[in-house]
């Protein structure tokens, strides 16, 4: 069983296990980190991995020269358009015939009707904002493959997205990661990184409690 406390410890001190996979693996660290990023854009069951977080402190970390940043970010760019096409592709093939009918740990009803929800406000622009928006993030492509949205379409879209995504929080981390109040406060830099990153989600849950009240 997943222990979710641990989960939620490594996220929020990514710069201390980052250090410790560097000195346990090395050059595998790469390997282990695109790894990471494909399943948390590709699979939808580990919508619980670091996306958001890990970019920014593995950026963080490139900076003090422990890892190439330029190396890292074609990888992590591989990883992430690689994701969510593998996701697309798995969406198109079974739909939600692979899906659980009753809520498990890593999937809820609730995650796949939201991102729909997502679709029908911002269209096939979705593919580029869900990127900055946990679970969704995951579930996007997917929903895209049972929409039979035209390859084509996605694809470009999905190129554009993760570019933006991998360049914006990777870049940030590495040029702003080791500014001292950062790298002093890191856990709590990293805190806010998650809740910015989940208030879009909460936002539109509010909009749309409120709207289903009106009617």
Known sequence: MIDMSKIIDIILHLDKYLNILIQNYGTWTYGILFLIIFAETGLVVTPFLPGDSLLFAVG???????????????????AAIAGDSVNYSIGAKFGEKILPKEDK??????????????????????????????????????????????????????????????SLLLFGGYFF???????????????????LSIIPGVIEFIRQKYKSQQE
């Open 60 to 78: 963080a970390l490139a900076a003090t020269d422990s890892i190439n940043i330029f190396f890292l970010f074609a990888i992590l760019l591989v």
């Open 105 to 166: 740990f890593f999937y809820k009803k609730e995650y796949l009707i939201r991102t729909q929800e997502f679709y029908e406000k911002h269209g096939k622009k979705t593919i580029i904002l869900a990127r900055f928006v946990p679970i969704v993030r995951t579930f996007a492509p997917f929903v895209a493959g049972i929409g039979n949205m035209k390859y084509s379409t996605f694809l470009s879209y999905n190129i554009i997205g993760g570019l933006i995504w991998i």
């Open 177 to 195: 990661g080791q500014v001292p109040f950062v790298k002093n406060n890191f856990s709590i830099v990293v805190f806010i990184i998650i809740m």
